[in-house]
């Protein structure tokens, strides 16, 4: 089960990783589903959005997310360490996709209402 | 070469703490990749690229993935070594002037002016360093009277070593220059001649003279002997002090004090970085020449400006730390 300790902590937004914000969404959408290690999530990622992230920067993001509290190391005893998302990062992806939901919502609206829905 | 063998070569872009925490598990990946793709110029780049930002960020100039007081720490080392690199070459381009002023005032508004601007950050960098040093030295005298010295005694002791090879070698061959600490006019120009003389002597590594060996060789041995070792011993003072920020731990309220010390250093930097180009774009060489700017000082500019850059990513890296430790 994901921790529930960092549930106190302040909450940190995607928005703030700044050009990292993309990656950190994917992995974090990634491990909305459970636990995955980096080959898993680099296969789940670029399965359902044909986005292949890169080692470098699937760690760089991995490091960055574990820093804020959003996802933790699970225990393993195999060299691939599995991830999962903490109770932080549920709420933080959360908020994320809610608001681009809206922005994506928004965005259909208005071309439906100029362009047509075809 | 095996995918396994790619991979460790690949992994030595990053550093020790990182490859110690991530290493297995980034290999493991990188294996798997390097099996599915065996030729890719852009996880290379990728792998490169994340490396270096690895190395910046234990060096508390980026991200976030450190312990915070661990990064604090980090920024902080890093600040006093872009801190010291800057003052390193802003004092020997100020000492020049100073040593100048000994003969002649300045017959140009922008280098007079420059002077002064130059002379008050010079003295506001020596009050920050005391203010900085004092909480260190407190806290590592503290730990090492209560028998806690693990650790703590060979960085002491190479600060001690080190201030004081600068002081004795600084006063030596401060003294030795007849236009300042020995000359009878000195104390005439804006600052004391022994001040500008002692950085002037302090600072005679940052020359020109070592893109010169013939005029060099003509230099005395002692001399040429100080050239040297006063780098090292500058290098020695700070890893020194270095050492002991990250071994001497500092309190969250210590580590937040000496980041907003850093803050200031970093608008103090500003201010002498702003003289020192009003002196060398609107300065007039002067009488006699004294206050000529040349091709050494334009370089000193650039490495001011990039030591004062990173200085302010330090700072800022280490509020950040500070404040995440609270």
Same mark, same amino acid.
């Given at each position: 089960?994901?921790?529930r300790e960092?549930a106190?902590e302040?909450?940190p937004a995607?928005?703030g990783?700044?050009r990292?914000a993309?990656p950190?969404t994917?992995?974090?959408?990634s491990l909305a589903d459970?636990a995955k290690?980096?080959?898993?999530l680099?296969?789940d990622?670029e399965?359902? &959005?044909?986005? =292949?992230?890169? !080692?470098g920067?699937l760690y760089?993001a991995?490091a #960055?997310?574990q820093?804020?509290g %959003?996802?933790?190391p699970?225990? &393993?005893h195999? =060299?691939?360490r !599995?991830?999962?998302l903490?109770a932080?990062g549920a #709420?933080a992806?959360?908020?994320? %996709?809610?608001?681009?939901r809206?922005?994506?919502?928004l965005?259909?609206?208005?071309?439906a209402?100029?362009?047509g829905?075809? | 070469m095996?995918?396994?063998?790619?991979?460790?070569r690949?992994l030595?872009w990053?550093?020790?703490?990182w490859r110690?925490?991530y290493?297995?598990?980034?290999?493991?990946?990188?294996?798997a990749?390097?099996s599915?793709?065996?030729?890719s110029?852009?996880?290379t780049?990728d792998?490169?690229?994340?490396?270096?930002?690895?190395?910046?960020?234990?060096a508390?100039?980026?991200?976030c993935a450190?312990?915070?007081?661990?990064?604090?720490r980090?920024?902080?080392v890093?600040l006093?070594w872009?801190?010291?690199?800057?003052?390193?070459?802003?004092?020997?381009m100020?000492?020049?002037?100073?040593i100048?002023?000994?003969?002649s005032?300045p017959d140009?508004?922008?280098?007079?002016?420059?002077?002064?601007?130059?002379?008050?950050?010079m003295l506001?960098?020596g009050?920050?360093?005391?203010?900085?040093a004092?909480?260190v030295?407190?806290s590592?005298g503290?730990?090492?009277?209560?028998?806690?010295?693990?650790?703590?005694?060979?960085p002491?002791?190479l600060?001690?070593?080190c201030?004081?090879v600068m002081?004795a070698?600084?006063t030596?061959?401060?003294?030795?220059?007849p236009g300042?600490?020995?000359?009878?006019?000195?104390?005439?120009?804006?600052v004391?001649?022994?001040?500008?003389a002692?950085?002037?002597?302090?600072t005679l590594w940052?020359?020109s003279?070592?893109a010169?060996?013939?005029?060099?060789a003509?230099?005395?041995?002692a001399?040429?002997?100080?050239?040297?070792?006063?780098?090292l011993?500058?290098?020695g003072?700070v890893?020194?002090t270095?050492?002991?920020?990250?071994?001497?731990?500092?309190s969250?309220r210590?580590?937040?004090f000496?980041?907003?010390?850093?803050?200031?250093?970093?608008?103090?930097?500003a201010?002498?970085?702003?003289?020192?180009?009003a002196?060398?774009?609107?300065?007039g060489?002067?009488?006699?020449?004294?206050?000529?700017?040349g091709?050494?000082?334009?370089?000193?500019v650039?490495?001011?400006?990039?030591?004062f850059l990173?200085a302010?990513?330090a700072a800022?890296m280490?509020?950040?730390?500070?404040?995440?430790?609270?």
């Amino acid at each position: 089960m994901p921790s529930r300790e960092s549930a106190r902590e302040p909450e940190p937004a995607l928005a703030g990783f700044g050009r990292y914000a993309g990656p950190a969404t994917l992995i974090l959408a990634s491990l909305a589903d459970g636990a995955k290690h980096g080959y898993a999530l680099t296969k789940d990622i670029e399965s359902f &959005s044909g986005v =292949r992230l890169a !080692p470098g920067t699937l760690y760089e993001a991995l490091a #960055r997310l574990q820093g804020q509290g %959003l996802i933790e190391p699970v225990e &393993s005893h195999d =060299r691939r360490r !599995p991830y999962q998302l903490t109770a932080v990062g549920a #709420r933080a992806l959360r908020a994320h %996709l809610d608001a681009q939901r809206k922005v994506a919502d928004l965005g259909l609206r208005r071309l439906a209402s100029s362009w047509g829905t075809a | 070469m095996t995918p396994a063998q790619r991979a460790a070569r690949l992994l030595r872009w990053y550093p020790k703490a990182w490859r110690s925490r991530y290493g297995e598990e980034f290999a493991e990946l990188l294996i798997a990749e390097i099996s599915e793709r065996p030729r890719s110029p852009i996880r290379t780049a990728d792998v490169a690229r994340g490396g270096i930002v690895a190395r910046l960020a234990g060096a508390g100039l980026c991200g976030c993935a450190l312990e915070p007081s661990a990064q604090a720490r980090a920024s902080l080392v890093s600040l006093g070594w872009c801190v010291a690199i800057f003052t390193g070459f802003g004092a020997a381009m100020w000492s020049q002037l100073t040593i100048g002023w000994q003969w002649s005032a300045p017959d140009n508004e922008a280098t007079a002016v420059a002077m002064v601007v130059m002379s008050a950050a010079m003295l506001a960098f020596g009050v920050l360093a005391a203010a900085a040093a004092a909480p260190v030295l407190w806290s590592a005298g503290s730990r090492i009277a209560r028998g806690r010295a693990r650790g703590l005694l060979g960085p002491t002791a190479l600060v001690v070593a080190c201030a004081l090879v600068m002081f004795a070698g600084g006063t030596h061959f401060g003294n030795g220059w007849p236009g300042t600490g020995g000359h009878p006019w000195a104390g005439q120009g804006l600052v004391p001649g022994g001040v500008a003389a002692f950085s002037w002597a302090s600072t005679l590594w940052v020359s020109s003279y070592w893109a010169h060996p013939g005029a060099l060789a003509s230099f005395p041995a002692a001399e040429l002997a100080w050239m040297a070792s006063s780098p090292l011993a500058v290098a020695g003072l700070v890893g020194g002090t270095a050492a002991l920020v990250r071994r001497a731990e500092l309190s969250p309220r210590v580590l937040g004090f000496e980041a907003r010390l850093g803050t200031a250093a970093c608008a103090v930097m500003a201010v002498f970085l702003g003289g020192c180009c009003a002196w060398i774009v609107d300065g007039g060489p002067g009488p006699r020449n004294l206050f000529h700017a040349g091709a050494i000082d334009a370089a000193g500019v650039v490495v001011l400006a990039i030591a004062f850059l990173a200085a302010r990513q330090a700072a800022r890296m280490a509020r950040a730390g500070t404040a995440r430790a609270r």
